[in-house]
């Protein structure tokens, strides 16, 4: 990635770990302001202070909060409404391991609030901004679990076969605008996802599959400002997500199932 974009600022939520802090130092890197929104703050303050010493002359504004809570977005919303952000990292995002049905609904719901509900929000609200300068960048974070059903990870799997679908509808309707919409579907990453979604232990495939976090959110702003339409990083994920297509959807999600145990 050469092409500078000095001035312009990119927002990043999730921003506190994993990938959303690659995403974060990778665009300072590449000349971009930042805004990085997450529920830790003091992480995005150790974070902010990394780049600042790595990367001289970047701005970057921290807000702390939960995009789960829609008064917090609006409040995100507020807080860049002076910002010319012309890239978009809809990276936060949570998973939930266990039975459909021996899960906690409180924490399935705000699950579901913060996977699709923010990233809907966020994408309508940036998308209009971007329309009408003529320009700007979105990345929809999915998963490799969007492509089939995926048992004991079913609400997850679902939200993120919502992401794939709905971030490839609404890059054909900005077609023409000079908004380009990028669905990034990982698969297994070395961040903190696992223990956050209580699995305890990982499958054999799942530690096969694993890539570490920089690699996947370089290979997805590569393909972000290419302007492709979805990226499947790793060799394993996109072999698995390309055979989907071969099987029956009942098959398909029995070998998910086995796959995750």
């Avoid at 921003?15 to 959303?20: C, D, E, K, N, T």
């Avoid at 300072?28 to 302001?33: K, P, V």
């Amino acid at each position: 990635m050469t092409k500078t974009k000095k001035g312009m600022w990119a927002l990043v939520t999730g921003a506190s770990s994993g990938m959303g802090a690659d995403f974060a130092r990778l665009l300072a890197g590449r000349g971009y302001n930042l805004v990085i929104t997450a529920r830790r703050g003091a992480e995005l303050d150790r974070l902010k202070t990394e780049i600042a010493a790595t990367t001289p002359g970047i701005e970057i504004l921290t807000v702390e909060g939960n995009l789960a809570d829609k008064g917090f977005r609006a409040r995100l919303l507020e807080a860049t409404a002076g910002l010319d952000v012309e890239t978009l990292i809809n990276n936060a995002g949570v998973g939930l391991y266990g039975t459909f049905d021996g899960t906690d609904p409180e924490r399935e719901e705000s699950m579901l609030d913060l996977d699709i509900n923010a990233l809907v929000h966020l994408t309508r609200s940036f998308s209009a901004r971007m329309r009408a300068r003529g320009e700007g960048y979105i990345l929809e974070t999915a998963s490799i679990a969007a492509f089939q059903p995926c048992p004991l990870y079913a609400s997850y799997g679902a939200a993120k076969a919502f992401v794939l679908e709905y971030g490839i509808a609404t890059r054909v309707e900005l077609a023409g605008t000079g908004v380009n919409v990028t669905v990034l579907c990982p698969g297994v990453t070395a961040t903190s996802f696992f223990n956050a979604a209580e699995q305890k232990n990982l499958s054999a495939f799942q530690r096969m599959s694993m890539m570490e976090s920089e690699r996947v959110s370089r290979l997805a702003l590569k393909a972000l400002f290419a302007r492709r339409a979805i990226c499947v990083p790793g060799f394993l994920n996109r072999a698995n997500a390309f055979m989907t297509r071969f099987f029956p959807i009942p098959v398909a999600a029995r070998i998910a199932g086995i796959l995750m145990r």
